[in-house]
T-cell receptor, first 118, second 115 residues
Framework: KAGVTQTPRYLIKTRGQQVTLSCSPISGHRSVSWYQQTPGQGLQFLFEYFSETQRNKGNFPGRFSGRQFSNSRSEMNVSTLELGDSALYLC?????????????????FGPGTRLTVL | QKEVEQDPGPLSVPEGAIVSLNCTYSNSAFQYFMWYRQYSRKGPELLMYTYSSGNKEDGRFTAQVDKSSKYISLFIRDSQPSDSATYLCAMGEPDGSSNTGKLIFGQGTTLQVKP
């Protein structure tokens, strides 16, 4: 079974631009979560989507948004990029939303998209 | 104060040593406890999963959860150079809570096992 895939793997943008990152979950997985990873703050939860609905959201500004499509693929968008948005953005998928943290329903991570803002 | 605290290290040990990694947390609602391993330039991969309190063993890895102390540990026996990675603890609240679907991670501890 193919794992979680994320595209692109690397991105370089300048301040003020916007960016869209894509995540394809493991086949059959319906829940997709996004995380930001930086050396200073570690891994921080951005948001989680299940069945095309945002079910939970972390403490990030409104410049960070996301969506999920009917095939469970997800995208996240960051508008008006700031230098501090430079990070590794990780996507994680899990089979279902009903029992998210049971052993068979834990989150599996993709390799991430490395975003650099200049 | 962060919800989950983890010493970032780095931690350097000789091959064959027993490694102890720890996290403390403040949110008593956490019920699910996980350890992830992350190699350089890769996404985290799930190592151990524990529900509520107790111990869990998987090969050379043992996870312990002490909810009364709000403290979790990961032990690695007979450590190998291939264990060199960053280890992240993660925690979640039960189904139906307002934070369903949200994992809180520790900062991660960088481990180096020297041959």
């Amino acid at each position: 079974k193919a794992g979680v895939t994320q595209t692109p793997r690397y991105l370089i943008k300048t301040r003020g631009q916007q960016v869209t990152l894509s995540c394809s979950p493991i086949s059959g997985h319906r829940s997709v979560s996004w995380y930001q990873q930086t050396p200073g703050q570690g891994l921080q939860f951005l948001f989680e989507y299940f069945s095309e609905t945002q079910r939970n959201k972390g403490n990030f500004p409104g410049r960070f948004s996301g969506r999920q499509f009917s095939n469970s693929r997800s995208e996240m968008n960051v508008s008006t990029l700031e230098l501090g948005d430079s990070a590794l953005y990780l996507c994680a998928s899990s089979p279902s939303g009903g029992a998210l943290f049971h052993r068979t329903d834990t989150q599996y991570f993709g390799p991430g998209t490395r975003l650099t803002v200049l | 104060q962060k919800e989950v605290e983890q010493d970032p290290g780095p931690l350097s040990v000789p091959e064959g040593a027993i490694v102890s990694l720890n996290c403390t947390y403040s949110n008593s609602a956490f019920q699910y406890f996980m350890w992830y391993r992350q190699y350089s330039r890769k996404g985290p991969e799930l190592l151990m999963y524990t529900y509520s309190s107790g111990n869990k063993e998987d090969g050379r890895f043992t996870a312990q959860v002490d909810k009364s102390s709000k403290y979790i540990s990961l032990f690695i026996r007979d450590s190998q150079p291939s264990d060199s990675a960053t280890y992240l603890c993660a925690m979640g609240e039960p189904d139906g809570s307002s934070n369903t679907g949200k994992l809180i991670f520790g900062q991660g501890t960088t481990l180096q096992v020297k041959p």
